[in-house]
């Protein structure tokens, strides 16, 4: 189903050829080891890139550009896949099929994007001034903003606490003393350095067939001198626990967030077991956590749970009154227990199913959900096709959930409570 295509030593096309469609997308991503250092400058690029080009020089121009493209679509990519950080750029446009006789998009938008990625208007040699402090401030805003959604906020607080030494406690966007230091200068010299070491990753949705689109990446990634460095492997969390964190905001409303790790990853043939098995603890509307904790006790005003595969995490949120944290903590302790033990019902399993399934199932319904599965899952080590990870999930067992149950231990606790 993927056609992969090496067209220079670290550079790799993937194709997912689909006529279904009347867009394609290509995405283009620079894949970096996450380091607290470079993080902020990563995911600062491509918004800079997108101001202007030599021959497109300002954001009038590039709007001109992609008019003229049939209303295609650029925009930035910064993803955090378990070890990595993926920066470039995501773009979708109208397969030629569609166009008017005698007109072509796929072509010119290819053009397109090389002048994005290799001719950006500089200053003096470098990236304009003007384009990094405007394109800072904007990163800064985002950054801030995430203290405005006290949910994100204290998951953001229990990665970091849990991760102290693992590149996965490092925000996707780094942090805003990192962006506050970026300089024009320093942001186009990183800049080329990973355009020249770093793995480029294109991923391609569309009608064109995969040869096709390998003769046209080719005269643009063929122009770079690089000498490219591979990536570390990723690996399971295996950090020390760190312990119970508290921390006091002017709130109403507390924030509890319980962090457990397992050696299960998405490398792991356990890994659609422990899917499930999160999914019947606390991934839903039917899950223990929401039906016990919530409808039945009413100690929560909302409460669910998430599994970072990439890395064997599952942490579990919670909203509640200042003075409820002892009891729900107790009480999520109490339901993994059951989930360890083999205490739920059939239905409870097979809704838990339904529900992966149901997601996986809505995989290949857009060009951007198709980019999005494959391109971050072989980049994370998730090997399988959605229909395999179908199958995967409906061969769980009752007693395979009870076994990857046990193996979650939790590791650290964070608190969000008000300032009295």
Known sequence: MIKT????????????????FKQGCLSIQLVRPMDREEAAVNALIPAVLLRGTENAPDLRAITLRLDDLYGAAVGTLVRRVGDYQATGLYCSFIEDRFALEGDRVLEPMIGFLE??????????GVFRRDFVESEKRNLILTLQSQLNDKRIYANNRLIRSMCTWDS??????????????????????????ILEESPIELFY??????????????????????????????????DPPTGDHTEQLDVAQGKLCMGFVSPITLRDDRFAAL????????????????MQVREARSLCYDIGSGYHGSKGIVTVSAGIDFDKEAAVKGLVLELLEEC?????TAEELAAAKQALISQLQSTHDAPGAIEGYYASGLLSGLNKTPAQYIAAVQAVTAEQVAQVAGTLELHTVYFLKGVR
């Open 5 to 20: 295509i090496e067209l220079f030593p670290g550079i790799v096309l993937r194709c997912f050829p689909d006529q279904r």
């Open 115 to 124: 002048e994005l990625l290799f001719q950006p208007l500089l200053e003096d």
């Open 168 to 193: 996965f406690g490092v925000p996707r966007l780094g942090e805003q003393e990192q962006v506050e230091r970026i300089t024009a200068e320093g942001a186009y010299r990183h800049y080329r350095r």
């Open 205 to 238: 949705v569309g009608a064109a067939r995969p040869e096709q689109m390998a003769e046209l990446l080719k005269p643009v990634f063929g122009k770079l001198r690089r000498t490219p460095r591979g990536l570390p492997e990723q690996t399971a969390f295996t």
């Open 275 to 290: 899917q499930v098995c999160n999914v019947l603890f606390g991934g839903g509307m039917t899950s223990k956590l929401f």
């Open 340 to 344: 360890k033990n083999g205490v739920f």
